[in-house]
């Protein structure tokens, strides 16, 4: 017992940080909740970053190391990028994101270099099993699990566990834990994903094998219910090229196809439901609808339980022989051919033909004033997005500003003056549109010096399609650069488990790119820094070749020298430093949420000295210079209030929110030019811009600088541009 205790404790470590990071950050929007985890991650790994630089033993190379340093220049890509950003605040809070990422990602790698033969499967005697890496794999699916048993449960007890809404309004749609559903849809597709390798894998004790097969249940049936199209198509995508990539796809498509039949069951009967698949549905018809939910899945589980027991027992009584392996293979593989044969068949004899279909769905795809689908079972099958609309706001700001961007997290602030319908949203739904507009070509090329150092890393452990790039050291002896073949007796040839385990952790990671492709789940901590993990440990691990017997930690630290201390020192005090900035920002929210408390308490003075410690902390905030400046008007120092104004349009002269401020307090000031030539700069920055609600009534000349200003709004909202000139 103690034995497997200690085999299972790094999985049961990795899912419950997850799982814990999940919880507690949510869906990364609000500072207040996540900032917390980017300090206790930056922190955390910061020490075990130094840890791992003083046990990992120094004839290994340090492998991953161009790409840490390149995610590392990204994220102070984004700290520089205060200096022209159009918002300064956000871009510094994006900076510490991006560390906290880093310090996971380098955590990954290097404790992959440090302890490369430490998990070993338990059980497993076969000499062709060597140790596997089953910790971060497990975990990841582990963790999966659980958030999605999690988000049914919403839904089977939605009194007793949370009823999913948003300013009242009841969605059908699962969206817990992280208060967005397509979030919800990649924590299920990672998983299954996972899922594939632990029902198909040599190695392992036959009962937690069988467990692929209801959790693969339960995470499809938390995929569909999600009605995440991305998702969806993320992890067919990631599912094919597991299948193309790992040798066992008899063994991963019966998981798949054993799991897919008890979810369709579940999904079918739940589409079904009014109660289930309706908004703002009645809280007592929603728990009698799933409470009915519930006894389905928990039949479910347990009938794919038996059917994952029993196929492992038939499969290791009765194993097909060579030739029959390879027909079903090769019927398995000629499957996807079929269906897109079939497919472009069904089109070709549709009213529209085949051009014609396929033309109308690019129209259908890049239209922005596309509708948006409902938030029901019908949106699975929908092509309509407004997707095209946020895209072409970031396109435009990139076209106008190529080379940095309007700045980290400039997107919400620098759209407005560029979008056409009323619609508040703070990402782009796409990483590399959000980047092209946040930190331009600059952070484009840097994007793809990362992927391009991650994934030649990546084939050096994992060898796709048993190929390789050419390497440093062969090109430095005049070798041609190319993808070239393995030889026929190359050991690196050989599908063990930690290489089938590694091929799994690249689909994942490819499920994930092309889902952060077309959202902005890159900034839901909970799947990104699931993702980061598995990305670490691939690009860390290097040749499998490289693994040796497990040793001692006790000789490496016999042999730290004064570099390799001072480094390590390094380390911890750059993650201290980083925790502090980390911290900041929240620091100054929470004063200037304490300020407005206190003006509410009747406490003048002890909320303008809130307030300025609210500015102290975080300087580049505009919340906090308003904040401020709205309370020193109140406890009337005009001439203050208009200098912090004034301030804060300096600070940040491309948001239309300083400016609206000044032009308001110019108005109450009895300053009407003043306040006319602000709020013009503050429609043209954001035509839909609110008109200034000042008691001016008794002021015939306030009355006409207002009427003008509306004018300018009516102007510019029906497209005559008057308020820009």
Same mark, same amino acid.
């Given at each position: 017992?103690a ?6 404790l ?11 990071i999940?919880?507690l ?18 922190l ?18 340090a492998?991953?190391?161009?790409s ?13 990028s205060v200096i022209?950003?159009v918002?300064p605040d956000g871009?510094?809070?994006?900076a510490g ?11 990954a790698?290097?404790?992959a270099r ?12 076969r000499?062709?099993?060597?140790p596997?890496?089953?910790?971060i ?6 963790a999966?699990a659980?958030?999605c048993?999690?988000?049914l449960?919403t ?5 007793a566990?949370g ?9 059908a749609r699962?969206?817990?834990p ?8 990649l924590a ?18 036959a ?5 692929a097969?209801?959790a693969m ?6 995929l ?5 199209r ?19 796809r ?15 069951v579940v999904?079918?009967?739940?589409f079904s439901?009014?109660?289930l ?15 009915q ?18 196929i492992?027992f038939?499969?290791?009584e ?14 398995l593989l ?6 897109v ?5 069904a089109l070709?004899?549709?009213h ?5 279909s ?12 596309a ?10 099958t929908?092509?309509?997005s407004?997707?095209?609309?946020y895209?072409?706001e970031a ?7 190529p080379?940095?961007g ?14 056409t319908?009323i619609?508040?949203?703070g ?5 590399i549109?959000?980047?092209?507009a ?5 952070g ?10 991650w994934?030649?890393?990546a ?15 062969e090109?430095?002896g ?15 040839r050989r599908?063990?488990?930690?290489r089938?385990g590694l091929l799994?952790?690249?689909c ?9 492709f ?5 900034y839901?901590p909970?799947?990104?820094?699931a993702?980061?993990?598995?990305a670490?440990?691939v690009?860390g691990r290097?040749?499998?070749?490289e693994?040796g ?13 004064p570099?390799?201390g001072?480094?390590a020192?390094?380390v ?7 925790a ?13 949420g ?7 308490a =009747?406490? *003048?003075? &002890? #909320? %303008?000295? $809130?307030a300025?410690t !609210? /500015?102290?902390?975080? @300087? ?14 109140g406890?009337?120092?005009s001439?203050?209030?208009g200098a912090?104004y ?6 940040q002269?491309?948001n ?6 000044l032009?308001?307090h110019d108005?109450?000031d =009895?300053? *009407?030019? &003043? #306040? %006319?030539? $602000?709020?013009?700069? !503050? /429609?043209y920055?954001n @035509? ?16 006409s ?8 709004l ?6 005559g ?5």
């Amino acid at each position: 017992m103690a034995g497997l205790t200690l085999v299972a404790l790094p999985t049961l470590l990795v899912a419950g940080a997850l799982c814990l990071i999940t919880f507690l950050a949510g869906g990364g929007l609000n500072p207040g909740t996540r900032t917390p985890v980017e300090i206790a991650l930056t922190l955390t790994c910061g020490v075990g970053i130094a840890a791992a630089i003083l046990l990992a033993p120094a004839e290994r190379p340090a492998y991953g190391i161009w790409s840490i340093a390149l995610l590392l220049a990204l994220a102070a890509l984004s700290a520089v990028s205060v200096i022209w950003s159009v918002e300064p605040d956000g871009s510094w809070q994006d900076a510490g994101r991006l560390f906290a990422y880093a310090a996971l990602f380098a955590f990954a790698a290097l404790w992959a270099r440090a302890a490369p033969a430490r998990w070993p499967i338990r059980g497993c005697e076969r000499s062709e099993c060597p140790p596997n890496r089953s910790a971060i794999l497990g975990g990841v699916l582990l963790a999966a699990a659980v958030v999605c048993g999690y988000a049914l449960l919403t839904k089977v007890f939605p009194d007793a566990i949370g009823v999913e809404q948003s300013a009242g309004h009841v969605y059908a749609r699962l969206q817990a834990p992280y208060g967005y559903w397509n979030a919800t849809g990649l924590a299920a597709a990672l998983g299954a994903v996972g899922c594939l390798w632990l029902g198909a894998r040599r190695c392992g004790h036959a009962l937690w094998n069988a467990l692929a097969y209801p959790a693969m249940g339960l995470l499809l049936v938390t995929l569909l219910l999600a009605y995440s199209r991305g998702a969806l198509v993320a992890f067919a995508i990631g599912v094919t090229l597991w299948l193309c990539l790992v040798p066992l796809r008899l063994r991963g498509a019966t998981v798949l196809g054993v799991g897919a039949l008890g979810a369709a069951v579940v999904v079918a009967w739940d589409f079904s439901q009014h109660a289930l698949t309706t908004e703002d549905v009645p809280l007592a018809e929603r728990v009698s609808a799933g409470h009915q939910l519930g006894v389905l899945l928990a039949a479910m589980l347990v009938l794919l339980m038996l059917a994952g027991v029993a196929i492992g027992f038939l499969t290791s009584e009765r194993p097909l022989s060579p030739r029959a392996r390879r027909r079903a293979g090769a019927a398995l593989l000629a499957l996807p051919v079929i269906a897109v044969i079939a497919l472009l068949g069904a089109l070709t004899v549709s009213h529209r033909g085949l051009f014609g279909s396929v033309s109308h769905t690019v129209s259908t795809l890049t239209n922005p004033n596309a509708p948006l689908p409902h938030n029901g079972p019908g949106r699975l099958t929908a092509l309509g997005s407004v997707r095209a609309r946020y895209w072409n706001e970031a396109l435009e700001i990139f076209g106008h500003h190529p080379l940095l961007g309007a700045g980290a997290e400039g997107y919400e602030t620098a759209r407005l003056r560029y979008r056409t319908a009323i619609v508040d949203v703070g990402q782009a739904h796409g990483f590399i549109v959000q980047t092209l507009a946040d930190l331009g070509m600059m952070g484009l090329l840097a994007v793809l010096a990362l992927l391009w150092s991650w994934l030649a890393a990546a084939g050096r452990a994992t060898h796709p399609f048993n190929r390789r790039w050419t390497s440093w050291r062969e090109l430095r002896g005049g070798a041609q650069p190319g993808w070239r073949a393995l030889p026929a007796t190359d050991p690196a040839r050989r599908y063990g488990a930690e290489r089938v385990g590694l091929l799994t952790l690249v689909c994942l990671l490819a499920t994930f790119g092309i889902h952060s492709f077309v959202d902005w789940t890159w900034y839901v901590p909970g799947v990104a820094c699931a993702a980061l993990l598995c990305a670490g440990w691939v690009v860390g691990r290097g040749p499998l070749a490289e693994t040796g017997a497990p040793r001692s930690w006790a000789p490496a630290l016999r042999e730290v020298g004064p570099i390799r201390g001072g480094v390590a020192a390094a380390v911890v005090v750059g993650a201290l430093l980083a925790a502090w900035a980390q911290w900041q920002p929240q620091r100054s929210a929470d004063a200037a949420g304490e300020a407005l408390t206190l003006v509410v308490a =009747g406490r *003048p003075a &002890a #909320a %303008l000295a $809130a307030a300025h410690t !609210a /500015v102290s902390r975080d @300087p580049l905030s505009a919340k906090a210079l308003l904040t401020l400046a709205a309370i020193q008007e109140g406890t009337g120092q005009s001439t203050a209030a208009g200098a912090t104004y004034a301030h804060a349009v300096h600070l940040q002269p491309a948001n239309y929110r300083t400016w609206q401020a000044l032009g308001e307090h110019d108005l109450h000031d =009895g300053q *009407p030019h &003043a #306040a %006319l030539q $602000a709020l013009r700069a !503050a /429609v043209y920055l954001n @035509p839909e811009a609110v008109a200034p609600q000042a008691q001016i009534a008794d002021n015939a000349e306030l009355l006409s600088i207002q009427d003008a200003y509306l004018q300018a709004l009516r102007d510019t909202g029906s497209g005559g541009g008057t308020a820009a000139q």
